[in-house]
C-alpha cells in the first residue's frame, strides 16, 4: 500500500490571475426601463392625446420613439435616461440619434444601444494599460479585454484607474479569476 502512495504524482497547476474588461447591456433592465418610462408618458398631463410609442428591437439592438414635437422627444429621452439611471443602468450605453420628421404630427428619433467594445477603444485602453507600467498583460479578444497578472491587487488597481478613465461606454470586469 505504502508503494502506491509514493507512486502517485500529484501536480499543481499554477495558473495567473485575470479578468475581463467587457461592455453589456443588461436588456431585461433597459426593458424594465422602457416600461416605466410608458407608464410615466401615459400619466402625464402634457402627453394627453398624443400618440407617443416607445419600442425595444432586441434584434437590431435600439430604441425607437415616435412622439408629438421635438420637446416631448426630448421629455421622453431625459425620462429614459432617469430610468436607466434608477435601475443602474450606465445612460452612456445608448448612443441618441438626431430627431426626425415623420410627418407634419409627429416626430422619431432611433437610440442605438452600444454593446461591447469597439476595437479602438480596446486598443486605447490597452495602451493606457501598457503606460501604467504595472506588471500587468492586457489582450485584446473580440469584444473585449482580457488582462492576465501575477497579483490580485494589481488587477484591482487596473480596476479603478479604468474607472476612472472616460472610454464613452459603460465598462464593467467580469471573469475574475
Keep these: 500500500m505504502l508503494e502506491l502512495i509514493e507512486s502517485v504524482v500529484i501536480t499543481w497547476e499554477v495558473k495567473m490571475p485575470s479578468l475581463d474588461v467587457v461592455s453589456i447591456v443588461d436588456m431585461q433592465a433597459l426593458d ?3 416600461n416605466n418610462v410608458k407608464r410615466e408618458v401615459s400619466a402625464r398631463y402634457d402627453f394627453k ?4 410609442e416607445i419600442t425595444l428591437d432586441r434584434k437590431e439592438k435600439s430604441i425607437h420613439i415616435v412622439t ?3 420637446w416631448k422627444v426630448k421629455a421622453v429621452v431625459e425620462m429614459l435616461i432617469g430610468q436607466c439611471t434608477r435601475l443602474r443602468l450606465s445612460p452612456k450605453c445608448l448612443d441618441i440619434g438626431k430627431i426626425g420628421s415623420a410627418s407634419p404630427r409627429a416626430t422619431i428619433l432611433d437610440i442605438r ?17 501598457k503606460s501604467l507600467n504595472i506588471k500587468v498583460q492586457p489582450v485584446i479578444q473580440d469584444d473585449r479585454v482580457r488582462i492576465t497578472g501575477k497579483s490580485i491587487d494589481d488587477l484591482r488597481e ?7 478613465q472616460d472610454y464613452d461606454l459603460p465598462l464593467q470586469f467580469v471573469n475574475m479569476k
Design 32 to 34: 424594465n426601463a422602457i
Design 49 to 52: 392625446n398624443v400618440t407617443t
Design 68 to 70: 408629438g414635437d421635438d
Design 113 to 129: 444601444i452600444k454593446e461591447g467594445i469597439p476595437k479602438e477603444t480596446c486598443q486605447k485602453i490597452v495602451k493606457y494599460i
Design 158 to 164: 487596473i480596476m479603478r484607474l479604468l474607472t476612472e
